[in-house]
């Protein structure tokens, strides 16, 4: 059984990760979709909040039957191991991920050579969208309701 870890800090769940999301529970057998916090970043939403939003996301796709949403403290390699999964998924909207994720991906592997990363490349039509904008748009009272999920703008209208 393949077994996939998508991470990232989700903050919020945009229309790229809910794609990366939808064809990742494609191609493997079961998505956990792991939220750990990115201390670098000012977070919008507790851990709690995003995995509820996130459960409403892969209701919505219908993708429950092998997805399911956990939030993880301490290394990915080691949250990953404890779910007996061996595959990072990462998606890459372009050059600035990609340099991030392979020195991510390259000390994974060295922490765990068992575990492979695989990137996933955003269709273009997502490939600009980022959370921290997202948050910077809605705190300034901008329209981003092209970037998120009807859930999502829900979710963030009730916060901000
Ligand atoms: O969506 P983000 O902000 O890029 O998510 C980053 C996250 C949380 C996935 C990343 O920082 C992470 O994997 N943190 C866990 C700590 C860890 O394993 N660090 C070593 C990576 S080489």
């Known amino acids: 059984m393949k077994i996939a870890v998508y991470p990232g800090s989700f903050d919020p769940f945009t229309l790229g990760h809910k794609d990366i999301l939808l064809r990742s529970s494609r191609i493997f057998d079961k998505v956990i979709v792991a939220i750990g916090e990115n201390h670098g970043k000012q977070n919008l939403f507790t851990i709690e909040e995003r995995i509820k ?20 403290s301490g290394l990915i390699v080691d949250f990953a191991r404890s779910k007996n999964a061996n595959i990072l998924i990462k998606g890459v909207r372009g050059p600035v991920d990609y340099d991030y994720e392979l020195q991510m991906a390259g000390m994974n592997s060295t922490m765990n050579p068992d575990i492979e990363t695989i990137f996933l490349i955003s269709r273009p039509e ?35």
């Open 126 to 160: 997502f490939s600009y969208i980022s959370s921290s904008l997202v948050k910077q748009i809605a705190l300034m009272k901008g329209d981003y309701s092209s970037f998120v999920s009807p859930i999502i703008e829900k979710s963030i209208k009730s916060k901000i």
């Open 53 to 72: 939003d996130i459960s409403n996301e892969i209701n919505d796709i219908g993708i429950k039957d092998n997805v399911l949403v956990e939030s993880f």
